[in-house]
């Protein structure tokens, strides 16, 4: 049975006056993945697509309202430990790309992690 609060307002524990309320931020999205483009665990992730070497797409389970959600990610390079970057490109509301480099040039990971803020539609 759903159950069902309606208030008009949520006094402080003395009882003097209104809890103030504050809007609280997670994650919209994450992922995990390894070698292969094998997802390992992931929230708000309907696939990941292997485009080429180096550059994996993310769809979203559901919609972003807007393509200016904010990108962090985090991943081990192939074979060496020098030289690796990632990027987030071609963000829309639906999904976005993530590539992956050593030493300068797109390459496969062994492990990536990925995750968006921002507001879903």
């Known amino acids: ?16 006056g209104p809890v103030a309320l504050t809007k609280q931020f997670a994650a919209r ?7 292969g483009h094998t997802i390992d665990d992931s929230f708000q992730v309907s696939s990941l697509t292997d485009q080429q070497t180096g550059v994996g797409r993310v769809t ?8 200016d959600y904010a990108f962090g990610n985090n991943s081990q390079a192939a074979s060496t430990n020098t030289g ?5 490109a071609n963000p829309t509301t639906a999904l976005y790309d993530i590539e992956t ?5 797109v390459a496969d ?6 995750v968006t803020f921002g507001d879903l539609a």
Request: net charge neutral; charged share 15%; hydrophobic share 35%.
């Open 1 to 16: 049975m759903t159950s069902v609060l309606n208030v008009d307002t949520i006094a402080d524990k003395a009882g003097t």
């Open 29 to 35: 999205q994450w992922i995990k993945y390894g070698t």
């Open 60 to 67: 979203f389970t559901n919609a972003m309202s807007n393509a």
């Open 84 to 88: 690796k970057s990632i990027a987030c």
């Open 101 to 105: 480099y050593e030493s300068d040039s």
């Open 109 to 114: 990971s062994n492990r990536v992690s990925a």
